[in-house]
């Protein structure tokens, strides 16, 4: 049996452009995800009960379960109550937002709670309200210790994403067993995808630690 290096080049224009969908749908599902997070995990750490408890359900229900369920809970069973179906790209967007979401606000919970106490506390005793410190103050500050875990839930997403093939929709993965289906080109298309896949993780890794680098020098200034 040979590596059939022509089918690769063949396949990798439909792949590469099933690639630029994958980084599309975790670009809108980390971005979505990101004000999610935001607001939940303030949510969390909030004085108002209600808000809290709505928070922590939230995020439990949805770490605690897996994202394939949700994809075809969103794609699927939702629109036996709406009445009307889904496009397959809306519903990997919605599901992966609502999934990652989820997960950032854990991520803000966690850089929120990292910040001295002192900080809320000194704000507070001039004047700023719970959230006027928290958005003025404790939040900026935090920003920059929740950087490395966010660019860790991108990578995850964009593999994550390859979920979304479940439902019909054509970004890499799905564009990969598409070829295989007409071509039997198993080794071969598979290992592109995962090269594919490789590249565009160790490229986000890379950005973030030039981010990290970047700000922790602003920091020390």
């Not at 990578?155 to 054509?170: N, R």
């Amino acid at each position: 049996m040979s590596f059939n290096f022509q089918l690769i080049v063949d396949s990798l224009p439909l792949l590469l452009s099933g690639a630029l969908i994958t980084i599309e749908i975790t670009a809108l599902a980390v971005g979505i995800g990101f004000f999610i997070g935001l607001c939940v995990g303030v949510a969390r750490l909030s004085q108002v009960k209600l808000l809290k408890y709505m928070a922590i359900i939230y995020a439990d229900t949805i770490r605690g379960t897996p994202l394939l369920i949700q994809i075809f809970l969103i794609y699927f069973a939702l629109p036996m109550i709406i009445g009307r179906q889904i496009d397959p790209f809306a519903a990997a967007v919605v599901a992966c937002s609502i999934n990652s979401g989820a997960y950032v606000s854990e991520i803000f919970r966690a850089g929120i709670q990292a910040i001295d106490k002192g900080q809320m506390e000194a704000a507070r005793s001039l004047g700023l309200s719970w959230w006027q410190a928290m958005r003025f103050v404790v939040l900026p500050q935090a920003f920059s210790k929740i950087l490395p875990p966010l660019g860790n839930e991108f990578i995850a997403m964009l593999k994550d994403t390859s979920l979304v093939s479940v439902i019909g929709f054509e970004e890499l993965t799905r564009r990969g067993q598409l070829i295989i289906a007409k071509t039997y080109g198993s080794f071969e298309i598979w290992s592109t995808v995962a090269l594919i896949y490789l590249v565009m993780t160790v490229s986000i890794s890379q950005l973030v630690a030039f981010l990290e680098k970047r700000n922790s020098i602003h920091d020390q200034r």
